[in-house]
């Protein structure tokens, strides 16, 4: 284990996985625990907050399951009450709660639109709101956010509300960045290109004839030849919650195997 964020408070939304094996957020959850994070996993299910904590336990971490939904601000503010009143302090807000729904603006339901920008969007600004304020009362911090490369790149799937969501919240990165800059708090995006996730089985995958041929044009798709992990993902935001990247904040970096300068 290494020291990276030895002594810091982590707070992480999405912590749990949508199905077996590693999840963006949780394999980010685990490895800032293994540098030395107390990490604090939330997650909308109780169960997936509870594995994720299980793993972290079995590692010598150190990390505390919560459950919240954030598209509820009170919950949200609930679980940031619990850590404050744990810990004292949050030094990484990391935002890694999304949802795909498939739909042009024809065949979309209304309520499928909102719900889309009201999880990947909005309840980003609903953590940001209620974390910022500890953030400037202890003088810095780090919020990393999860977009997508989906955010600045059109691909085959026809999930317009995700692509509006994902553009917006890498708007709302740059602003908060700007905006908190002079107050020590910086904050930076990742967007994850073809990552294997559990998320693309149960999300993604009926965009395809099966399972082979999911994985065969994904693979194709970067040009590296091969889909990205979430531990791709996660050490990306491990260096921008670290203080290795202390003079670094508004970046939105690809994670995508060349994918973006591909133009594929």
């Given at each position: ?74 919950q949200i503010l609930a679980a940031v009450s619990a850590v404050l009143a744990t810990a004292g302090r949050i030094d990484v807000l990391h935002n890694n ?69 994902k553009a917006g919240l890498n708007h709302l990165t740059r602003s908060l960045a700007v905006r908190y800059a002079p107050d020590n708090i910086r904050v ?77």
């Open positions: 284990m290494g020291q990276r964020l030895k002594d810091k408070v982590a707070l992480v939304f999405g912590a749990g996985s949508s199905g077996p094996g590693w999840g963006n957020g949780k394999a980010a959850a685990a490895l800032y625990a293994r540098e030395g994070a107390w990490v604090f996993a939330v997650d909308v299910r109780a169960d997936a907050a509870e594995e994720t904590r299980r793993v972290i336990d079995a590692e010598g971490g150190r990390c505390v399951a919560l459950t919240a939904d954030v598209t509820d601000s009170a709660v999304g949802i795909t729904e498939m739909g042009d603006p024809i065949e979309a339901s209304e309520e499928s639109w909102h719900r889309v920008l009201d999880t990947n969007l909005t309840g980003v600004f609903l953590t940001c709101k209620h974390v910022l304020p500890a953030m400037l009362a202890q003088g810095g911090g780090s919020i990393v956010n999860i977009s997508s490369l989906a955010s600045i790149q059109v691909n085959t799937y026809p999930y317009t509300s995700y692509y509006a969501a930076n995006a990742v967007l994850p290109g073809v990552i294997d996730t559990p998320l693309i089985y149960t999300q993604i995958a009926g965009q395809f004839e099966d399972v082979d041929e999911m994985r065969r044009r994904r693979n194709a798709a970067s040009p590296m030849g091969r889909m990205g992990d979430a531990w791709d993902v996660a050490h990306a935001a491990l260096f921008l919650a670290s203080d290795e990247a202390k003079y670094i904040t508004g970046v939105c970096l690809p994670v995508d195997g060349g994918k973006a300068c591909a133009g594929r």
